[in-house]
């Protein structure tokens, strides 16, 4: 177990600094409809998604940090944003367990959102001394529109890198044994272990 | 059995109870630990220890994102030819009518070079305040702000090529901002979008008109020029398309951080409202501050000691 936690941090570990370089170097650098995609919330997301709460917050402070470190940021900026990202995308999995496979893009926008009005709140409480453009809420929700349309993919490609070492994995596993025999639907069940036994309750 | 169960979900037992503090715990001290860092930050001069450890990660980044630039190179340019495809017809409509502005000013520039040479000679006007006396420092954009409010860039020069604190960054032939950050590798440059850069402009038109410009937060296409001269009325004020440059001054071991006639962008709104009674016209930055690739840093060559900004 103390291995399968090792293996993890790990990953995220190299995701969260992955993440920082590609976001960087690359996708900040390409314009889609006048704006770039952002990364890191999506990331964060998945991982509180995959993983749960407490991982996803402490993946949401590593990686907001780490971001701050390199852009030069006021330190604890994004940090402070990604942990709300983090925790509340792993509580959303805790407590509805959603099993459809477009709930990433609803809590990839969700995130994109939180990102884009919770800095901008952040930036005019520590003080902007110039105007400020309206354009500013329109590229919000361009890069929530562009953020939703990647937010798919980043969530297989984050669950492919970290889903073989979720020690959360096992209990699904038996949610699927229990709900199906613990075999795949094409499997006839009777082959394996006989006839089902039948709740006394039914 | 039924019964049984509803007990246990409403009854919680002591694991679940332990992990739900655990979980408050972990959240609590993370939140807490991002405040403190923030309020620690906020509130410290550029030679604390905070900013000092956020030096040396940028230096040990510096090199790697240096490297990740040049092997995303391939996907970035990809990507921007897509977008470039996109809006190729309406920016090549505006290229044109500006290629057409500019030639009609290049024609005037032209015809007052000459008599401009023969009297500054004349009257000795100190010269030594251009943009060729700065030593420029060419340097690749390593990364852009990936955030909405274009704040900065990271370039690959720093004080071993000879580039300080608060030199002037150009790109595309015009100026794009000041470094804010230097390594002995790398320089954190403050875009003219940032809100805390402001620049001692005037206007290129026959009054030569002075004010502070501004940036237009969240827009890196719009900068405010404010703090104008009161026109009275009937007075021609600036007009659309004129061009916003440094202002620039020196007096005695004070010296404006931009060099004066840096071009910086172009008037691009000069309502009567906005410029009689606010003193404030529009200005659309001659560089594309969201597509820079190559800047130029212009060190201090010549020796200036002491240096203010104007408003």
């Known amino acids: 177990m103390r291995t399968d936690y090792t293996k993890l941090a790990l990953r995220l570990a190299l995701l969260g600094f992955g993440t920082v370089i590609v976001q960087q170097a690359a996708v900040s650098q390409i314009s889609i409809f006048g704006v770039s995609a952002d ?3 999506l990331v964060v997301m998945a991982v509180g998604l995959l993983a749960g709460s407490m991982t996803g917050a402490v993946m949401g402070f590593a990686t907001g940090l ?4 390199a852009l030069f940021q006021t330190l604890g900026v994004t940090s402070l944003l990604y942990i709300a990202i983090g925790y509340w995308s792993g509580r959303v999995r805790e407590l509805l367990d959603p099993a459809h496979g477009l709930v990433p893009l609803a809590m990839g926008a969700a995130a ?8 901008a709140l952040i930036q005019f409480l520590l003080g902007v001394d110039a105007p400020v453009s309206v354009l500013l809420l329109q590229q919000i929700f361009v890069t929530i529109l562009v953020n939703t349309l990647i937010a798919l993919p980043v969530y297989a490609l984050v669950r492919r890198i970290i889903g073989p070492v979720l020690p959360d994995e ?12 613990g075999l795949s639907p094409l499997q006839r069940p009777a082959e394996r272990f006989g006839p089902l036994p039948r709740s006394p309750l039914r | 059995m039924r019964g049984g169960a509803e007990k246990v979900v409403g009854d919680p037992s002591p694991v679940h109870s332990k992990q739900v503090r655990r979980r408050r715990a972990v959240l609590a001290v993370l939140v807490g630990l991002s405040l403190i860092l923030l309020t620690a930050y906020f509130g410290e001069p550029s030679t604390s220890p905070l900013h000092t450890v956020q030096r040396g990660i940028v230096e040990v980044f510096s090199p790697i994102q240096e490297g990740a630039s040049k092997v995303f190179s391939p996907i970035r340019d990809v990507g921007n030819w897509f977008s470039d495809t996109i809006h190729a017809k309406s920016r090549a409509d505006q290229l044109q ?3 057409n502005a500019l030639q009609a000013e290049l024609g005037q520039a032209q015809a007052a070079e000459t008599p401009n040479r023969q009297l500054s000679r004349e009257v000795r006007l100190d010269q030594t305040d251009n943009i060729s006396s700065y030593s420029p420092v060419t340097a690749n954009v390593i990364w852009q702000d990936p955030t909405l409010w274009y704040q900065q860039i990271e370039v690959d020069k720093g004080s071993d090529d000879g580039v300080h604190l608060d030199d002037a960054v150009l790109g595309d032939g015009a100026l794009v901002g000041k470094v804010s950050e230097v390594g002995p590798t790398f320089s954190i440059v403050s875009l003219i979008t940032n809100h805390t850069v402001q620049v001692a402009a005037q206007v290129a ?3 030569g008109d002075r004010g502070l410009l501004v940036p237009k937060v ?6 405010v020029l ?7 009325p009937g007075q021609p004020g600036p007009e659309v398309n004129q061009q916003v440059l440094t202002a620039g001054f020196k007096s005695g071991g004070l010296g404006s951080l931009y060099p004066r006639g840096i071009l910086i962008g172009t008037i691009s709104n000069a309502g009567a409202n906005a410029l009689y009674n606010s003193q404030q016209v529009q200005v659309s930055p001659a560089a594309d501050l969201r597509h820079l690739q190559v800047v130029q840093v212009l060190t201090r060559a010549q020796g200036s000691t002491v240096r203010a900004q104007l408003p």
């Open chain 1, 39 to 41: 990364l890191g919330p």
């Open chain 1, 66 to 69: 780490l971001l701050d470190f």
């Open chain 1, 112 to 119: 994109s959102a939180a990102a884009g009005f919770g800095m």
């Open chain 1, 170 to 181: 096992p209990r699904r596993r038996r949610r699927r044994a229990y709900t199906t025999g």
């Open chain 2, 97 to 99: 009518k500006k290629v």
């Open chain 2, 205 to 207: 038109d026959r009054n």
């Open chain 2, 218 to 223: 969240g827009d890196p296409n719009s900068l």
């Open chain 2, 226 to 232: 404010q703090d104008l001269p009161q026109l009275s």
